[in-house]
């Protein structure tokens, strides 16, 4: 079956990105929140983002209020319910995702596909609290959804295999380029770039280097467009911390298992840029300081 109408849940930063594009391409988008706070929220991100796109010249202000037109909003659930594909974007809790999703199961028709926006939990998991695991697997888009060009589509042991090349083929149709990968924890993005951002943080630790020189290295040295401790600052040192732990848990390799400093400064409530405050001070976020931490 053709996927014609998208269900997306969740209308924070991802999710409303995800929305924003699937109604860039041509599909109509049903996007649930919780409330109409976060619903409205979410929603005046995506007319921001629409705006800005027309002050570029990037899209025409008529295929803006086209775009428009394709989004619904709802605080209900019951309104996925002609979705041929439905995303979710929520809270990274499996309890959170076991009610929505059993919730889902019993409102939508057997032929539609449930996909995970997840970045660290386990597909399989997921879909057992369906009754469709032949037709879940994860969808993992990056942030932000409108510029990052990557999807890692996630099958597991039970998705049918037609299903797995259709979203694929979904992903693609959404002006992205999808990679196949299977359920692992990390997937593939996070599974090479987590320890990488975690040995940074142990090289800060054991004295290598200062921050500035560990990014100013990895940049000029490797190419990267920023440093990883400037990453880690973007992405959100309470996020990796998270998916560090969900890794370690799951593969009990030291590679994966976050260092005391990154612990402590979670603890802190230094969480990077969204804080204010990381291993850079964004005070001035046009000029980030290096903090002193060692």
Request: glycine fraction near 8%; aromatic fraction near 8%.
């Amino acid at each position: 079956m053709a996927i014609e109408k998208v269900g997306v849940v969740g209308c924070g930063l991802m999710g409303s990105g995800i929305a924003q594009v699937a109604a860039q391409a041509g599909y109509p988008v049903t996007v649930r929140e919780v409330s109409t706070q976060f619903l409205d929220k979410g929603l005046q991100s995506i007319e921001k983002n629409l705006g800005r796109l027309v002050e570029k010249g990037t899209v025409a202000a008529a295929d803006r209020d086209q775009i428009r037109g394709r989004l619904r909003g709802t605080t209900n659930v019951d309104d996925l319910k002609d979705c041929d594909i439905i995303i979710e974007a929520i809270i990274e809790q499996l309890p959170a995702k076991r009610e929505l999703w059993s919730a889902l199961d019993k409102i939508c028709p057997k032929s539609a596909i449930f996909a995970s926006n997840t970045s660290s939990l386990s597909i399989t998991e997921m879909a057992t609290f369906t009754q469709r695991p032949d037709r879940f697997l994860g969808l993992h888009f990056f942030n932000p959804v409108p510029v990052m060009k990557l999807v890692e589509v996630i099958r597991t042991i039970a998705t049918d295999p037609k299903v797995f090349e259709e979203v694929v083929a979904f992903a693609g149709k959404l002006g992205k380029t999808p990679v196949r990968t299977t359920d692992r924890t990390g997937f593939i993005v996070n599974r090479l770039l987590v320890p990488y951002i975690l040995d940074a943080v142990r090289a800060l630790e054991e004295g290598v280097a200062s921050i500035e020189d560990i990014d100013n290295s990895m940049k000029l040295g490797c190419g990267h467009p920023m440093g990883p401790l400037t990453l880690l600052d973007f992405v959100g040192l309470d996020t990796t911390y998270y998916i560090a732990n969900i890794m370690f848990d799951e593969f009990k390799e030291k590679r994966f298992a976050p260092p005391p400093l990154l612990k402590r400064m979670v603890l802190a409530g230094w969480n990077g840029r969204k804080a204010g405050r990381g291993f850079y001070d964004y005070a001035d976020p046009a000029k980030p300081k290096a903090m002193q931490l060692t």
